[in-house]
């Protein structure tokens, strides 16, 4: 199988960092360009804020770091934030200081979601972002999160379905056939490999567009 070139190495994740960080703009470029309704996703990142004190995350692809803003600042929580280029964990380490973040909580890590160098069980949580549908083995990452996380630990995080807009259809679409992003599950196949990974109480909403997925290790 080619791998897949990431795509956030140059202008588009430039492009996507700004309007995903941006919660009133993303609705906008949502329904524009993808044909998506973004607030399940900010509305999902609640779960952050209720984490106690000693907990760990691991954010993977951390992106930009635009899930940190779930994250309390007096929350006293261990955060990984794992990605491959080097721009996004830049984005990351500014986005942690503009939250008023302690620094020494959040830990950059360069790394493949498909072969993450952690321990077994390591995270209490797991956000899966936009990762899944960009990588050229989704099934194997999926694995690797789950290994991470401690049984009975929450996996959340979105991904791109076969089924959607036009738009999105054509977009992802030339992005598989150009190797910019990997390929496409249907809700369906995205519950079962849920599931094949070891996650129980699987959730998987909408059945189109961009699908909110969470559940927890069996």
């Known amino acids: 199988m080619n791998e897949v070139r990431n795509a956030c190495a140059g202008p588009f994740g430039t492009f996507y960092s700004f309007w995903i960080e941006r919660e009133r703009l993303s609705r906008v470029v949502g329904r524009a360009l993808w044909g ?5 996703l900010y509305a999902s990142m609640a779960a952050i804020g209720r984490l106690p004190d000693g ?4 954010d993977v692809p951390c992106g930009s770091g635009v899930a940190l803003r779930g994250l ?6 261990r955060w990984i934030a794992v990605d491959l280029d080097a721009d996004m964990l830049a984005r990351c380490r500014a986005r942690v200081r503009e939250r ?21 069980a390591a995270a209490d949580l797991c956000l899966a972002y936009s990762g899944l549908h960009m990588v ?4 194997a990452a999926l694995r690797e999160v789950v ?35 990997g390929p496409l599950w249907s809700a369906g196949e995205l519950r079962a490999q849920l ?19 969470r559940g927890r290790r069996a």
């Open 100 to 120: 008023g973040l302690d620094p020494d909580r959040v830990e950059l890590l360069a790394a493949d979601m498909q072969a993450l160098p952690l321990p077994d």
């Open 147 to 181: 290994r991470c996380l401690k049984p009975g630990g929450e996996l959340i995080g979105s991904n791109f379905l076969a089924a959607g807009s036009r738009r999105q259809r054509l977009l992802l679409g030339h992005g598989e056939r150009t190797g910019r992003n």
């Open 55 to 58: 907990a760990t995350v691991l």
């Open 36 to 40: 998506i309704d973004t607030r399940p």
């Open 72 to 77: 309390r600042r007096d929350q006293r929580v």
């Open 136 to 139: 050229a083995d989704p099934a």
């Open 195 to 213: 599931v094949a990974a070891g996650v129980a109480d699987v959730e998987v909403a909408p059945e189109r567009g961009l699908a909110i997925f």
